[in-house]
T-cell receptor, first 113, second 119 residues
Framework: AQSVSQHNHHVILSEAASLELGCNYS??????LFWYVQYPGQHLQLLLK??????LVKGIKGFEAEFIKSKFSFNLRKPSVQWSDTAEYFC???????????FGDGTTLTVKP | DTGVSQDPRHKITKRGQNVTFRCDPI?????LYWYRQTLGQGPEFLTY????????KSRLLSDRFSAERPKGSFSTLEIQRTEQGDSAMYLC?????????????????FGPGTRLTVL
């Protein structure tokens, strides 16, 4: 069965700390990978996506993610977090032959000012 | 605003009642998806349409749930005889399905959701 695992349920950081959120997927075949963010009171927004090509992808607001095929991972990183990054982050995988996405259970990030 | 819109944003109903939600996708998008999200979990896929055709339904979707997209534009999700376990956020997303070789690319844009509370 297709699945996505996010290892950290809740991460608390101080401003300027570096961030890495783990995401592993279990999928047969080729996948498209996504990170979404949900700020308090807002809807899901796409942070970045990987379809093919360079495994290091850059998204909005200084976020990046690296696709490591051998580890079935797509970890999200940011070198220096800000208070405004406080939000819930979801990793998602999508089989390239299908339309639906499978989401992880999310990681809540709290950044202390 | 040309994003995905959903109506209503909140719905409170009594157990056993029927409810219907509407989703208006981004106008040029050919695919429309419904997901359900409960507290502490990520969105779970329910069903999706390409134009007016319903291409896939999750096994999670009981026969009390039905979705339509009659003209390939907006979609409705109806839940009959609601149960307390149906309480959740119902999310709609749309995408423009693009093909490149044998692969498809579906960047999904999400609406704000409809929060359903069944008393």
């Amino acid at each position: 069965a297709q699945s996505v695992s996010q290892h950290n349920h809740h991460v608390i950081l101080s401003e300027a700390a570096s961030l890495e959120l783990g995401c592993n997927y279990s999928y047969g075949g080729t996948v498209n990978l996504f990170w979404y963010v949900q700020y308090p009171g807002q809807h899901l927004q796409l942070l970045l996506k990987y379809f093919s090509g360079d495994p290091l992808v850059k998204g909005i607001k200084g976020f990046e993610a690296e696709f490591i095929k051998s580890k079935f991972s797509f970890n999200l990183r940011k070198p220096s977090v800000q208070w405004s990054d406080t939000a819930e982050y979801f990793c998602a995988a999508q089989n390239t032959n299908a339309g639906k996405s499978t989401f992880g259970d999310g990681t809540t990030l709290t950044v202390k000012p | 605003d040309t994003g995905v819109s959903q109506d209503p944003r909140h719905k409170i109903t009594k157990r056993g009642q029927n409810v219907t939600f509407r989703c208006d996708p981004i106008s040029e998008h050919n695919r429309l998806y419904w997901y359900r999200q409960t507290l502490g979990q990520g969105p779970e896929f329910l069903t999706y349409f390409q134009n007016e055709a319903q291409l896939e339904k999750s096994r999670l979707l009981s026969d009390r749930f039905s979705a339509e997209r009659p003209k390939g534009s907006f979609s409705t999700l109806e839940i009959q005889r609601t149960e307390q376990g149906d309480s959740a956020m119902y999310l709609c997303a749309s995408s423009l399905s693009r093909l490149a070789g044998h692969s498809s690319y579906n960047e999904q844009f999400f609406g704000p959701g409809t929060r359903l509370t069944v008393l």
